[in-house]
Every structure is written in structure tokens, then in C-alpha cells.
């Protein structure tokens, strides 16, 4: 039972700002408009294997076809879902779901294979971000 008039209010205050605060949250991109050749087409995020950076530019990789664009890695790695995203070094962010493999270099350091054959080298810096991943168990 309510006690007091203002239970109820105060539960429909709450619930408001909880959906206002869910109402701001913006979803990660399902699609990334890539440009090449004068051409723009919508990439599905899913399909990206590694975003490497390249100067003023990041460099996406897409099954075997290679994107530029005008962004920098680090704001690259905040717009992308971290649940599908990792970055493994200061200059590549790799897709999850493309790792085949990781072998350790010692020293912390490891060589991640994806399942396209690639490998990326993953500094002991962003391997213990890796490690601490909740999703990830190793």
C-alpha cells in the first residue's frame, strides 16, 4: 500500500526521468556510409573486420574491399558498439566476431588472427582492456 498521496507521483516522476534519460541514448550505427571512387554506399557495421587508423583518415576493412575515411580512430571507437568493437592497439579497432585466434608474444603482448587470415598485433596496453572484458572469458 501507498503511504501518502506522493507514492504514486514520485514513482511517475522517477519513470519519467528514466525514460527521458532512455530517451536521449543514442544507438550505435547498424550502418556506416563509406566512400570510394565517388560512390557512397551504406556498409552494415556487422561486416567490418578492422578499422585501422591512417593518418587523418581511418582505414575500414570489409571482406576484401578497403574504405577511407575522414575520421580519427578515437572517435571512431566511441561511436562504434563496444560489445562488438575492441581496440587492440592506438592505431586498429577489430571486430569481435572476426577473431580466430590470439598467440601469445610473451611480454604481454599477443598476435590476434582473424578468420580472414589478417593478423593484428595487440600491445600489452589494449590486451589488458581485452582482458577485462566481462563478455570474454580467458
Not at 578499422?51 to 580512430?73: H, N, R
Not at 566511441?78 to 587492440?88: A, E, I, K, W, Y
Amino acid at each position: 500500500t501507498w503511504v501518502g498521496a506522493s507514492a504514486p507521483s514520485l514513482v511517475c516522476k522517477g519513470q519519467a526521468v528514466f525514460l527521458n534519460l532512455m530517451s536521449s541514448v543514442k544507438p550505435f550505427p547498424r550502418f556506416l556510409a563509406l566512400e570510394k571512387r565517388q560512390k557512397i554506399s551504406l556498409i552494415p557495421v556487422s561486416s567490418i573486420s578492422v578499422i585501422k587508423a591512417a593518418g587523418d583518415y581511418i582505414e575500414v576493412t570489409v571482406d576484401d574491399d578497403t574504405f577511407l575515411k575522414k575520421e580519427s580512430i578515437s572517435h571512431i571507437e566511441t561511436v562504434l558498439d563496444p560489445n562488438q568493437f575492441q581496440r587492440v592497439h592506438r592505431s586498429t579497432i577489430i571486430n569481435l566476431h572476426c577473431i580466430k585466434q590470439l598467440e601469445s608474444k610473451g611480454r604481454g603482448d599477443y598476435t590476434i588472427t582473424l578468420v580472414s587470415g589478417e593478423q593484428i598485433e595487440c600491445s600489452i596496453t589494449y590486451m589488458s582492456n581485452f582482458k577485462n572484458r566481462d563478455d570474454i572469458a580467458l
